[in-house]
């Protein structure tokens, strides 16, 4: 079992969607990124929080570490926010990352 | 530009050749890691260079060998791969403290195609 465990696989919504994408882990974290990584390979950090909430545009990203859960949300959903979403988690002892296999989103016109 | 620059972007190798990629940092970090990332699987730690110790996952075969000399460089050395060694392999840096590890800086990638 993975690390870290994302949902869904593959979503695929229409433009000015809300999306939701959730992610778990089983590990002592000290803090959770969030990915975006677009066809071509290059991958962009979107977000590290260690608690709560943060926003950025129509970009949100939530955590709860009582659960070890967080979820990244898009609002207004455009067809440029296609892309592979990766869930990935510093861990607490020894600078260790561990990812998640990722959501592909795909945002139809 | 990203920070990270990685070269080649694409790779075609025969299995008896003998390749390296190359990654450079701009940011003036001093973790570098190698990563490799297959269809459906989670990114794969391969190599970390972090404060000048080197950090391997021991199911890296001997085939790929790294090389980093100092803290803005750091190479993939490539011998008689395998056509499963087919990826993307992606760089990226961090700035490791003792509280932990910042964001990942990501390159974007060089596409591996073994034949």
């Known amino acids: 079992k993975n690390e870290v465990e994302q949902s869904p696989q593959n979503l695929t919504a229409q433009e000015g969607e809300f999306i939701t994408i959730n992610c778990s882990y089983s590990?002592?974290?000290?803090?959770l990124h969030w990915l975006q990584q677009h066809p071509g390979g290059g991958i962009v950090s979107l977000f590290m929080?260690?608690?709560g909430k943060k926003k950025h545009g129509r970009l949100i990203a939530t955590i709860n570490i009582q659960e070890k859960h967080s979820s990244l949300h898009i609002t207004a959903s455009h067809p440029r926010d296609s892309a592979v979403y990766i869930c990935?988690?510093?861990?607490?002892?020894?600078?260790?990352?561990?990812f998640g296999t990722g959501t592909s989103l795909t945002v139809i016109p | 530009e990203t920070g990270v620059t990685q070269t080649p972007r694409h790779l075609v190798m025969g299995m008896t050749n003998k390749k390296s990629l190359k990654c450079e940092q701009h940011?003036?970090?001093?973790?570098m890691y190698w990563y490799k990332q297959s269809a459906k699987k989670p990114l794969e730690l391969m190599f970390v260079?972090?404060?000048?110790?080197?950090?391997e996952n021991n199911s890296v075969p001997s085939r790929f060998s790294p090389e980093c000399p100092n803290s803005s460089h750091l190479f993939l050395h490539l011998h008689t791969l395998q056509p499963e060694d087919s990826a993307l392999y992606l760089c990226?840096?961090?700035?490791?403290?003792?509280?932990?590890?910042?964001?990942?800086?990501f390159g974007n990638g060089t596409r591996l195609t073994v034949t």
């Open positions: 990935a988690v510093s861990s607490n002892t020894g600078n260790q990352f561990y």
């Open positions: 929080l260690s608690s």
């Open positions: 260079y972090s404060l000048e110790e080197r950090v």
């Open positions: 940011l003036g970090h001093n973790a």
């Open positions: 990226a840096s961090s700035q490791e403290s003792r509280t932990g590890a910042s964001p990942l800086h």
């Open positions: 590990v002592g974290i000290s803090a």
